[in-house]
């Protein structure tokens, strides 16, 4: 059934619940139930049809919203063939970490034929996430929004718009892409790159055969729309622009930030924003491209096309404009930057700023408790039994945090550090830095092979973190997406080169800096961000680039129970998934 969870008519519904429940408390919000029925079923792109995995047979799937306070019990029952997890991603998940679920990190998957409830409350946040799976490469069709509302009566710290709109960019691949992978891992190669990018899973009319398949924003003059943006790509970053409208961002992964305009914005995979577009104060007798395309820093194959839906303008009624036909009005197109301009992604980045308001304030860690350096990038493994495989020079692709790359249990690494049965599971012995310190962003070593392991970091509660995060140039210089699981953090620098310790930590910006939960590690250069390990529990940390992450660039962070109750992970729920 379709419920509208905004009584006003601000918010632009095209969703659907399966339940919905009211229990209602003034402070803590309401519980909302749903159910997420993974299912194999049949969609067609391109002029392509396969069988893809999906959340009650939608794609992209259905919309999650609650307002700050509330608490979700989300059932997902898994009816496919393949093992499935679902992660909320950029939910912070306090105390209750057996629910945040990368697969083997947190909890084990979902098994052919079993069920788990998902019991967690939304604490101090407000903004637009995403949810996806989060094994494998499954997350390509098996993604959809989270909307965050605030709490009743509190009003958004910008001009309340007239709807709200998600709009989610996916990548579309007419091959399995578990075969993709799965192909890749075999051969050592990189794998083959999508065949589209989506906008709310429709490739819009510059590709072929897919005139039919555009998404269609419709907009009435003189209007404000709230539009929610969520990049669910799997390996890239993305300009977006609409063609002769001004975007104003008031809003990344779920954070209120000091609105600016923009007339193009950049988005990476996993990032979202808020942005205000405000229409044309009359009808303009025309209709506008919405496009997306990549922003690649790297050296390998990427997808080089474009995404594109139509902004249209509704006509009045009783006007002129009803008797022209849409296809036969102008429509205008806009320019994006060219794929490699780094000089605008870091012009865009520099822009972000926290709200910092008195109900709003950047609570930056003045004071550092530990200080980490870790190197990510590419690097290169054996091949098996004397083989030759296609990655550089007859070797395998890997990737690395501190040249270590990470190793998969087969126990969740939340139950091991839980039920104290860590030994044979992970080792907590990750290197604060670099073992054999290099010019990273120079010429690189003549040894490109990255050592193997699973192995953490462990944090007593409440110590205040600075993470320098260094790009290396090993196999060419690349950015990375790195997401930390469980915690917003701030950005309080960032630059190009190798960081120098002694000169670029009195630049850091410990006013106002951005929150985000995911940052994007410029090619070639570094960035540096501060938290506050106030969440006891087990926490991923990885690229969201998802071949990085298949090739290893990932570790976990464990942060131990504090003294007072409130300071304790909670215990493991009745229904766990077994391994």
């Not at 996430?129 to 509302?149: D, E, N």
């Not at 691949?173 to 899973?201: C, H, K, M, R």
């Not at 009005?329 to 320019?335: E, M, N």
């Not at 850091?508 to 590690?521: A, H, K, M, Q, W």
Request: charged fraction near 15%; charge should be positive.
């Amino acid at each position: 059934m379709g419920v509208s969870l905004v009584s006003s008519p601000s918010f632009l519904v095209f969703f659907s619940f399966v339940t919905f429940s009211l229990i209602a408390d003034p402070v803590l919000g309401i519980t909302r139930h749903y159910k997420f029925d993974i299912k194999l079923h049949n969609v067609t792109r391109l002029c392509h049809t396969k069988i893809i995995v999906s959340v009650n047979g939608q794609f992209p799937g259905p919309r999650v919203v609650a307002r700050e306070g509330d608490r979700l019990l989300i059932k997902v029952v898994n009816h496919v063939p393949n093992n499935i997890t679902i992660h909320w991603h950029g939910i912070r998940q306090l105390r209750s970490g057996w629910e945040d679920r990368p697969a083997y990190v947190t909890q084990c998957p979902i098994q052919t034929g079993q069920s788990y409830v998902y019991n967690f409350t939304i604490v101090g946040q407000r903004g637009t996430l995403f949810w996806h799976a989060h094994i494998s490469w499954l997350r390509v069709t098996v993604y959809g929004p989270i909307v965050i509302l605030p709490k009743r009566g509190v009003p958004y710290p910008f001009a309340k718009p007239y709807k709200e709109v998600p709009i989610i960019f996916g990548e579309w691949f007419n091959a399995d892409p578990e075969a993709v992978i799965s192909q890749a891992l075999q051969t050592g190669g990189g794998p083959n790159v999508s065949d589209a990018y989506t906008i709310n899973g429709l490739p819009g009319p510059l590709y072929n055969c897919s005139a039919k398949d555009t998404f269609k924003l419709k907009v009435k003059p003189d209007k404000t729309y709230l539009l929610r943006l969520i990049n669910a790509a799997l390996n890239d970053e993305l300009f977006f622009s609409i063609a002769n409208h001004t975007l104003t961002v008031v809003d990344v992964d779920a954070i209120y930030d000091k609105p600016f305009e923009t007339e193009t914005l950049l988005i990476a995979p996993s990032q979202t924003t808020n942005v205000i577009l405000r229409t044309k104060p009359s009808h303009p007798n025309a209709t506008f491209f919405m496009t997306a395309r990549p922003y690649v820093t790297g050296q390998g194959t990427f997808d080089n096309s474009t995404v594109t839906g139509n902004l249209e303008y509704k006509s009045p009624p009783n006007s002129l404009h009803l008797s022209i036909s849409i296809e036969k009005l102008p429509l205008f197109k806009p320019i994006l930057p060219a794929f490699n301009d780094t000089s605008f992604a870091t012009n865009f980045a520099s822009k972000l700023r926290s709200l910092d308001s008195a109900q709003y304030p950047a609570n930056v860690p003045r004071k550092v408790d530990k200080r980490f350096f870790f190197t990510v990038g590419l690097g290169t493994s054996p091949c098996q039994h004397n083989q030759t495989c296609q990655g550089p020079n007859g070797t395998k692709f890997a990737a690395s945090i501190n040249n270590v790359s990470f190793a998969m249990p087969t126990t969740a690494l939340l139950q091991a550090h839980f039920f104290g049965q860590s030994n044979g599971v992970y080792a907590t012995d990750f290197p604060r830095s670099p073992i054999i310190p290099f010019n990273y962003t120079g010429t690189p070593p003549n040894n490109t092979m990255v050592s193997n392991g699973t192995k953490v970091v462990v944090l007593p509660f409440n110590t205040s973190v600075e993470l320098v995060m260094q790009e290396t140039s090993i196999l060419g210089a690349e950015s990375h997406l790195l997401h930390l699981h469980g915690f917003n953090f701030f950005v309080v620098g960032q630059g190009f080169r190798n960081f120098d310790p002694n000169k670029d930590p009195a630049k850091f910006n410990l006013v106002d800096p951005v929150e985000r939960n995911t940052i994007s590690v410029p090619s070639g250069g570094w960035v540096a961000i501060r938290f506050l390990a106030d969440n006891p529990g087990v926490w991923f940390m990885h690229c969201h680039l998802e071949v990085h992450t298949s090739w290893g660039l990932k570790m976990a962070w464990i942060v131990l129970d504090g003294e007072l109750p409130n300071q304790k992970l909670l215990p493991p729920p009745a229904d766990l998934p077994e391994c």
